[in-house]
């Protein structure tokens, strides 16, 4: 499936050619004949569940149950929210036609399930001891997108998309939040990617939040990619859509909402962020494939067989530690072919075992990360290998974090703001008055959108001035140009 | 969310009805705005998750990797297999409007993958080298029903669907009979349904295919149920769809294929074999919760402190011998609504703890399909709780067979054969020549159409006589009324 040419691009020198070199040359997605559409193959589908495991796992540990809606919703009943409907009106698909019959009212395939999902909810909530209430579901979304990439931005992609309802504001804050940090952690302590945390601005915000937090991927361009979301939706679908449960006096009260989700869009992040001039860089915890065995070819039948036996050793040892792993079976291609493969698709590590090796009871094992090749017999390879693989997952989110930072600049003057973005491109962090003016006005003027204003500037009250307008401002936020 | 009525219809008076009814107070199924489409509830999406964990795991273990093709189809593509779209032409939702604007060419809501899934495999095969390709997709499809029914006929449904493309027709028939075996296993060691698998007619075959294979769930009204089918699609897809390969002697050649599926109606399959008038009963070894556990309230707070001692410690019991668990927490409700709700949902066991289970340091267990209850001491808990799920496993899957026996009539005569579809209705056994003709005819008379050659049959070569014709038949058939 995979052509042998090396990489004509260089990461560094041409990101996003890189990036569509990267995306097919690694298995990870095919193009399709629907425009905007894409085909995740085996390899990238196998990150995608890697992620959906260890989200849903820590779901499913507070008590939020999976469940599945409709994949087409009536138009009537999107438009119960107004400003839901508003926003995602330019991006809806219609099915006007079903069994060769023109439809009465079509069926808009699912944006997002706010609607479908709190219909039923008016009807599973009647008591507070109702509540709360945790659904998630697990599935494809379309939006009709104008510019298509794959992974960041597609017609169609799968996600999860949670929803909760709660007896009171204090309780939904904390859900928005818990949320939001297991996104921060699966790209963290999972993908050993560094992000920004924070809330966004009205403009930027879900259409029908009443708050809408992100995490913020900085991007080796400079660029920023939306990681995912969490919003606190307050009542207003409660509102629209009529749900209501009594409190234990019996008084009828509107519930608040939570919505959050993550996308096959984090995919796109994995491999802007780790990806090399090789190829992808798979951080260990998230990686489908650990270690790749790769067994030297010999033309001696009676060392081919020793190879095959120590091959067989090595898996018991693999086996017993849990390490994800697999075993090239590509004998038929060039050694060469076989290693830059392992490369391309990012393994953390490889074990190479050759007739010497057997001889020395020992493989050679190399990292992905720093290329640095060792000889380790095996009674220390299950050490070896768990202490490498944290040991690069340590090193990625330190370089994660290290290029955020430097990628990241605190400016004072709108001069200064307006020479970032034309020179270097990076994220800025500068005061704003949080007028919408100033925030499409900077855009207009540098392409750069408001991003978060981090968790940690979210309650302060500076005496600073805003970038733009140099009125009065609070607090300091992060802008950036988005994918 | 659930009702407190008790049950109004009793599963042997009127099935359909009771089916209905079970569906919602079990909390499977609720209702959605779009005709013909269900909102799949947290515990109906439980056991699908259930059903999804085993077969990915064998289907894995089988080398066969999971992907994720695009839900749309342009409407040229699905034309390429000339029977495969008359096959589904009448069944097809189309979207018509992408983004506010009419698009110039409809795009089909997938009603299965076939098209979408080998144009791709037509880049991906050069050799014979990437052979044999196997490809699964876990995802939603959409065939326009006029009749439907929660789980067994859907507008919208979820399945699973195996694509495999192989160099020689050996291999592909291997596959088609693993894939149905799988099936075969899933029903009868999982779900504890006894099944027949065997081949279907030339009318009754998958639009595009050479062969199709199924497997039949007698349901207890007499009717059948298609549970899963695998498809020999011979080299028809290849030709049509481009796919070559090079064989070793860089000849080029028309790869074999075949494609096989099961669907959230096997859930409607494990509700109607099982049942009885208290509810549900869900086969242990599927079953998302094995063992529920209700503390007994108590208005001494000294007593209602060791009860909740006590459920931990037979918490721990569980955890270590890996059984499926939840711990009943609507303590507001009566004794009586909560050991209802359990028999509803099909638990296969419940353990009460009241203070007098404290003092004997024990449990009282009953059993979901014998309603025995016994006190068993701590110490014996986990052999217990083992030894129960085996052997009422065991017995859900022997009453099924000896239903699908009796419910299984061989005749010799069509006024026999009319005799039984007009008043008990059941599977039918009987010679058939084969012919298209005949099998109509059968159809519009009793409303019985073929449902498969058995795979004892299927190489049979009898002096038999057609029920319907009398002409010369060389293997019987089972017939029944579909659903």
């Known amino acids: 499936m995979i052509s042998d040419k090396k990489f004509l691009t260089k990461k560094s020198e041409d990101l996003s050619k890189w990036y569509n070199e990267i995306i097919e040359k690694a298995g990870l997605v095919d193009q399709s004949p629907v425009k905007g559409c894409m085909v995740i193959m085996p390899y990238g589908y196998a990150i995608w569940e890697s992620i959906q495991r260890t989200l849903d796992e820590w779901f499913k540990a507070d008590g939020v149950q999976n469940a599945y809606f409709p994949l087409f919703i009536p138009y009537s009943l999107l438009q119960k929210e107004k400003k839901h409907v508003e926003g995602f009106s330019p991006e809806l698909a219609l099915v006007t036609i079903g069994g060769g019959e023109t439809l009465h009212e079509p069926l808009v395939v699912r944006p997002t399930s706010e609607t479908i ?185 009676a060392d081919m067989k020793d190879v095959t036996i120590h091959i067989k050793r090595v898996e018991e040892i693999l086996k017993k530690s849990n390490i994800r792993y ?83 600049i605190n400016v004072n003057t709108f001069q200064e703001f307006e020479g970032v973005m034309k020179n270097r491109r990076s994220f800025i962090r500068a005061y704003w008055c949080e007028s919408a003016t100033c925030e499409s006005k900077i855009k207009e003027l540098t392409k750069a959108t408001t991003r978060v204003c981090e968790l940690e500037e979210m309650d302060k009250n500076d005496n600073g001035f805003c970038i733009y307008c140099k009125n009065k401002a609070r607090r300091k936020w992060l802008f950036a140009q988005a994918y």
Chains 1, 2 share one sequence.
């Not at 921060?184 to 809408?212: L, Q």
Request: glycine letters at 6%.
């Open 117 to 301: 999902m709190y219909q039923s909810f008016a009807k599973w909530i009647s008591s507070y001891k109702d509540l709360p209430l945790k659904i998630n579901q697990w599935c494809n979304v379309v939006r009709w997108e104008k510019r298509t990439y794959p992974f960041l931005r597609t017609t169609e992609f799968l996600w999860q998309e949670g929803h909760t309802v709660h007896a009171n504001e204090k309780e939904t804050m904390e859900m928005v939040m818990r949320a939001i940090n297991w996104y921060k952690d699966i790209f963290e302590k999972k993908m050993g990617i560094s992000v920004y945390v924070g809330e966004k601005s009205e403009s930027e915000k879900f259409a029908g939040a009443k708050r809408t937090f992100s995490v913020e991927l900085v991007i080796p361009n400079g660029k920023a990619l939306q990681g995912a979301t969490s919003h606190n939706l307050g009542q207003n679908f409660a509102k629209s859509l009529d749900i209501h449960f009594l409190d234990n006096e019996n008084k009828q009260i509107l519930p608040f909402q939570t919505s959050w989700g993550l996308s096959t869009r984090a995919i796109g992040g994995l491999i802007l962020s780790h990806g090399d001039d090789n190829g992808l860089v798979v951080a260990p915890n998230i990686a489908p494939i650990q270690v790749v065995i790769i067994g030297i070819v010999s033309k001696n039948e």
């Open 326 to 408: 697999s075993i090239d079976k590509h004998l038929d291609k060039s050694i060469g072919y076989r290693l830059s493969e392992t490369e391309i698709k990012g393994i953390p590590l490889r074990i190479e075992i050759g007739p010497a090796e057997v001889d020395k009871n020992a493989v050679i094992i190399s990292r992905r990360d720093t290329f640095k090749k060792e000889a380790v017999s095996l009674n220390k390879l299950s050490t070896f290998i768990e202490e490498s693989l944290d040991s690069m997952q340590k090193i990625l989110l330190r370089q994660s974090k290290e290029q955020k930072e430097d990628l990241t």
